[in-house]
Nanobody, 122 residues
Framework: QVQLVESGGGLVQAGGSLRLSCDAS?????MGWFRQAPGKEREFVAT????????RYLDSVKGRFTISKDNAKTTVTLQMNSLEPVDTAVYYC??????????????????WGQGIQVTVSS
């Protein structure tokens, strides 16, 4: 059983930073972050390959968000800088057994965290 444990998140003013982390029970996967704002579909935010060598981002977060893995490749972090009110959403960590290419679609992820709230005030 794979459990994804998310941490971080919270409330921040526009222009501020937050850091999200997700632990994959000591196992190595391709891992990603998705988000869902009220009344909207869940959307892809960022992904990183199982070995940390490849990343992809939603266009609107490029240059502001950075996804990375720890040395053991079992924990993923999303550093979010220059946050904007439009970034407000529940953020979900996800893990995929897909190796190449890095997964970007919801259907490519087998395991999901419970979600964590990120709120950016104007």
């Amino acid at each position: 059983q794979v459990q994804l444990v998310e941490s971080g998140g919270g409330l921040v003013q526009a222009g501020g930073s937050l850091r999200l982390s997700c632990d994959a029970s000591g196992r190595t996967f391709s891992m990603g972050w998705f988000r869902q704002a009220p009344g909207k579909e869940r959307e892809f935010v960022a992904t990183i390959s199982w070995n940390g060598a490849s990343t992809r981002y939603l266009d609107s977060v490029k240059g502001r968000f950075t996804i990375s893995k720890d040395n053991a490749k079992t924990t993923v972090t999303l550093q979010m800088n220059s946050l904007e009110p439009v970034d407000t959403a529940v953020y979900y960590c996800a893990a995929s057994r897909r190796l190449n290419p890095v997964p970007v679609r919801r259907s490519e992820y087998e395991y999901w965290g419970q979600g964590i709230q990120v709120t950016v005030s104007s």
